[in-house]
């Protein structure tokens, strides 16, 4: 099948991308580069050397990969290219990792409030609207987040798969029962934009018909897959920094190099959490499981287990010796909350879910303790604030 994978640099792309052409797919990868230009702004790296795009495809090809294109394009920017783009590779399916993905990011500034807002919302509906333009029947794979949901108290409710089933009562008394797309409830402004792009994709395809699987993704963690530890031109990208670096990735990190674990508040925040090789996995089983014409679209809960973090960073102290440190939260978050999620169509599918257990924490501290010397330790800290009353407590400890 032939697969534009757009934003397939990235984290969660580029180990798709190679996953995919694995598979026999016919895959382009798109991309404009922003998030090493991102770096570049941030005076951060990624922890592993990455190498450049044509290095990294090069070296696919000489370790027996099938060949995969690459595009320069800004999808948010460039309307015209990105629909020629479609009229002349005619994709069977375009996987949509393309936008700013960090919270702290997003929450910096104006400025990349603004940015984070403009290029992910602008590019989800350009490619909605380039779809609709170019006639073609194509299947979208999204990358959303399990944060639309939320992470306020579900009372214990377990989140389903995109669509809540609710009773309206009516004036006679009478009640009626209907399925709605789960109330969206973002902890941040990149949050924000993953609920605003749900609402796009319920539009064009209650008007236009046009076909998607929204994969609302948890936190990712490790680095490689099989695929990308085939050469050291592969390899996948680490963030560690504290825009960048998720939670889990962090603590293994800050185990590796002996920093104590920056555990925000109490550590009572249960998030949603998915091995980066169960991520590639559920983007094939999306695209070898389209929805079919006229279906509404297809929400999955790509996410394997739910952990707190405070309990993340015992098990990791526990298997490393590292120092837990508890932090005043530069986040405007609940401090507890709890997260029952139900995660069985993509498991019915074929994943078979990897978890914290397999030993794979030992291999990502293993990459962090090889790559250390290249770790900014001035670069570990959450200064990203949600509030000035957040920034004033932050300074507060400093
Ligand atoms: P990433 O920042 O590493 O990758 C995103 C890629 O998209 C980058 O290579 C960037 O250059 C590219 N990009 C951004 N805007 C673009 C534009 N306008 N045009 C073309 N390319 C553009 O992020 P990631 O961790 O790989 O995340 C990929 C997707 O998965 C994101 O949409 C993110 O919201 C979602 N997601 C990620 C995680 C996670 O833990 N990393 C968890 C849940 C969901
Ligand atoms: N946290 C700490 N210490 C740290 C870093 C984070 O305690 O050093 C806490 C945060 O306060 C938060 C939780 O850990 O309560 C998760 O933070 P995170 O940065 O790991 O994850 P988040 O901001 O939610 O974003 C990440 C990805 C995003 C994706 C999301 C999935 O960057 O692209 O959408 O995970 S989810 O969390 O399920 O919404």
Same mark, same amino acid.
């Given at each position: 099948?032939?697969?534009?994978?757009?934003?397939?640099? +990235?984290?969660?792309?580029?180990?798709?991308?190679? &996953?995919?052409?694995?598979?026999?797919?016919?895959?382009?990868?798109?991309?404009?580069?922003?998030?090493?230009?991102?770096?570049? @702004?941030?005076?951060?790296?990624? !922890?592993?050397?990455?190498?450049?795009?044509?290095?990294?495809?090069?070296?696919?090809?000489?370790?027996?990969?099938?060949?995969?294109?690459?595009?320069?394009?800004?999808?948010?920017? @460039?309307?015209?290219?990105?629909?020629?783009?479609?009229?002349?590779?005619?994709?069977?399916?375009?996987?949509? #990792?393309?936008?700013?993905?960090?919270?702290?990011?997003?929450?910096?500034?104006?400025?990349?409030?603004?940015? $984070?807002?403009?290029?992910?919302?602008?590019?989800?509906?350009?490619?909605?609207?380039?779809?609709?333009?170019? +006639?073609?029947?194509?299947?979208?794979?999204?990358?959303?987040? /399990?944060?639309?949901?939320?992470?306020?108290?579900?009372?214990?409710?377990?989140?389903? *798969?995109?669509?809540?089933?609710?009773?309206?009562?009516?004036?006679? +008394?009478?009640?009626?029962?209907?399925?709605?797309?789960?109330?969206?409830?973002?902890?941040?402004?990149?949050? /924000?934009?993953?609920?605003?792009?749900? !609402?796009? #994709?319920?539009?064009? &395809?209650?008007?236009?018909?046009?076909?998607?699987?929204?994969?609302?993704?948890?936190?990712?963690?490790?680095? &490689?897959?099989?695929?990308?530890?085939?050469?050291?031109?592969?390899?996948?990208?680490?963030?560690?920094?504290?825009?960048?670096?998720?939670?889990?990735?962090?603590?293994?990190?800050?185990?590796?190099?002996?920093?104590?674990?920056?555990?925000?508040?109490?550590?009572?925040?249960?998030?949603?959490?998915?091995?980066?090789?169960?991520?590639?996995?559920?983007?094939?089983?999306?695209? @070898?499981?389209?929805?079919?014409?006229?279906?509404?679209?297809?929400?999955?809960?790509? /996410?394997?287990?739910?952990?707190?973090?405070?309990?993340?960073?015992?098990?990791?102290?526990?298997?490393?010796?590292?120092?837990?440190?508890?932090?005043?939260?530069?986040?405007?978050?609940?401090?507890?909350?709890?997260?029952?999620?139900? &995660?069985?169509?993509?498991?019915?599918?074929?994943?078979?879910?990897?978890?914290? *257990?397999?030993?794979?924490?030992?291999?990502?501290?293993?990459?962090?303790?090889?790559?250390?010397?290249?770790?900014?330790?001035?670069?570990?800290?959450?200064?990203?604030?949600?509030?000035? $009353?957040?920034?004033?407590?932050?300074?507060? $400890?400093?």
């Amino acid at each position: 099948m032939k697969v534009l994978v757009l934003g397939g640099d +990235g984290f969660c792309g580029w180990p798709c991308c190679v &996953n995919l052409a694995e598979a026999g797919h016919d895959v382009v990868m798109v991309d404009n580069l922003s998030r090493r230009k991102i770096d570049v @702004d941030l005076g951060v790296e990624s !922890l592993t050397p990455i190498a450049t795009v044509s290095d990294r495809l090069r070296a696919w090809e000489e370790t027996g990969g099938r060949a995969i294109r690459f595009v320069g394009l800004d999808i948010a920017q @460039d309307y015209q290219l990105l629909l020629e783009l479609l009229r002349s590779e005619r994709p069977e399916a375009v996987v949509h #990792f393309a936008e700013q993905r960090a919270a702290p990011y997003s929450m910096k500034s104006s400025t990349t409030k603004r940015y $984070t807002v403009d290029n992910n919302v602008n590019g989800t509906h350009n490619l909605l609207c380039a779809i609709v333009e170019s +006639g073609l029947d194509i299947h979208i794979v999204h990358l959303g987040t /399990m944060g639309v949901y939320g992470y306020g108290s579900h009372r214990g409710a377990t989140i389903p *798969e995109g669509y809540l089933t609710v009773e309206v009562p009516q004036a006679d +008394g009478s009640r009626f029962r209907e399925k709605i797309l789960h109330p969206t409830d973002p902890g941040s402004v990149y949050h /924000m934009t993953k609920t605003l792009d749900q !609402l796009l #994709f319920y539009y064009y &395809n209650k008007n236009d018909g046009i076909r998607v699987t929204d994969l609302h993704q948890g936190i990712v963690w490790g680095t &490689n897959t099989d695929l990308t530890d085939r050469d050291p031109r592969l390899v996948n990208r680490f963030d560690y920094d504290g825009d960048y670096g998720t939670v889990l990735n962090r603590f293994l990190m800050q185990a590796a190099i002996g920093y104590p674990l920056t555990v925000h508040g109490t550590g009572g925040q249960t998030r949603a959490f998915i091995h980066i090789r169960d991520s590639v996995k559920c983007v094939e089983l999306a695209i @070898d499981h389209p929805p079919s014409s006229g279906e509404k679209v297809r929400i999955y809960n790509q /996410m394997t287990e739910s952990h707190k973090v405070k309990d993340l960073a015992e098990k990791v102290a526990a298997v490393t010796g590292a120092q837990v440190s508890h932090l005043p939260n530069p986040r405007k978050e609940a401090i507890e909350n709890d997260l029952i999620v139900d &995660n069985r169509c993509l498991i019915e599918l074929g994943l078979k879910p990897t978890t914290l *257990e397999d030993g794979l924490l030992s291999e990502v501290v293993d990459v962090a303790r090889r790559w250390a010397d290249r770790c900014d330790r001035s670069r570990i800290p959450c200064v990203s604030t949600w509030t000035t $009353t957040q920034a004033a407590a932050l300074k507060a $400890t400093v």
